[in-house]
């Protein structure tokens, strides 16, 4: 099975040596008997933008979900191999899942606020986790960091959820670093959204990668080609049940996966021939 993954899975070799953020080695994903990833390999690099582009079904979003054990919460959930988070495993016995979505936040593909004031939204996390700081000046500089400060500083009592969808993604990126996570993991954050705001997510992108780690699912590539460093492209095949398996085939700069790929199938999909 997998002839092409495994001449791929291919990993380049990294100029300047960049630090790794989440090591994911040999990394396979079943619900129940169901083998929905395949022995994928790849590093997560510090302050660097990675994007998980494939066809629907091959894993992205499972695999993003690994990275905070939010999979954990799916009874049927099971992972072979290791993801290591900053050298320790972070599927270890003693490592609490709390702590580890702590660290490295999420945000969805659709924007889900909390129904409260938007300066709640922000300040529930910190208050949860007891934080002893200032909460107004913590309000302010996670809303300036997610670029929606301007637009809602007249009116932080106003209710989360009466924000445009841009917006209110803007408020979940705000809330996610509110917490002062090291990595922020996106699910396709901007499937919902119009061009515009698209784009001030793509912006805003940039900015955060000076402070965070971000790993994004996409569906759309030109998107991925616009503001990842590096890029893993995914595919699935059907195994000997007939069930179609996720696994990696190529992970490389993204500049090299779109205009220089070393697998037939990435070059298909990225110039639309696929399938
Ligand atoms: N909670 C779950 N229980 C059982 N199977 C699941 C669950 N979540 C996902 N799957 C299956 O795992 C496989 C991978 O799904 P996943 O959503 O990770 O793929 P994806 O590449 O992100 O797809 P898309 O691009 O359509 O979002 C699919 O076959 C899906 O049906």
Redesign the pocket.
């Known amino acids: 099975m997998h002839s092409d993954s495994q001449s791929a899975n291919y990993t380049p070799s990294v100029d300047n040596q960049p630090e790794v953020v989440l090591r994911t080695k040999n990394v396979s994903i079943y619900?129940g008997d169901?083998l929905?990833v395949q022995n994928v390999s790849l590093d997560i690099q510090k302050n660097r933008i990675t994007a998980f582009i494939?066809p629907?079904?091959?894993?992205?979003?499972?695999l993003l979900r690994c990275y905070n054990r939010l999979n954990d919460l799916?009874e049927?959930f099971n992972l072979e191999g290791t993801i290591e988070y900053q050298g320790q495993n972070l599927y270890a016995k003693n490592v609490d899942p709390v702590e580890v979505r702590r660290r490295i936040g999420m945000v969805f593909q659709k924007p889900n606020p909390f129904p409260k004031s938007i300066y709640d939204n922000i300040a529930y996390g910190a208050r949860v986790n007891g934080y002893k700081g200032d909460l107004d000046e913590l309000v302010e500089n996670s809303l300036r960091a997610a670029a929606l400060w301007d637009e809602v500083k007249d009116k932080l009592k106003t209710n989360g959820m009466a924000l445009s969808g841009g917006q209110q993604q803007r408020l979940c990126i705000a809330r996610a670093i509110a917490i002062e996570p090291d990595v922020v993991l996106m699910d396709e954050p901007c499937a919902s959204l119009d061009p515009i705001s698209t784009l001030k997510i793509e912006d805003l992108m940039q900015e955060l990668k000076e402070k965070y780690t971000i790993a994004i699912?996409t569906?759309n590539m030109q998107q991925a080609s616009r503001v990842s460093d590096m890029t893993a492209f995914?595919n699935a095949q059907a195994s000997e049940d007939g069930k179609?398996c996720?696994y990696l085939v190529e992970y490389n700069h993204t500049e090299a996966i779109f205009h220089n790929p070393q697998e037939e199938a990435t070059k298909e999909y990225v110039s639309g021939r696929f399938g």
Do not use: E, L, M, N
């Open positions: 619900y169901f929905a494939g629907s079904g091959c894993g992205k979003s499972t799916i049927s699912v569906h995914f179609r996720g």
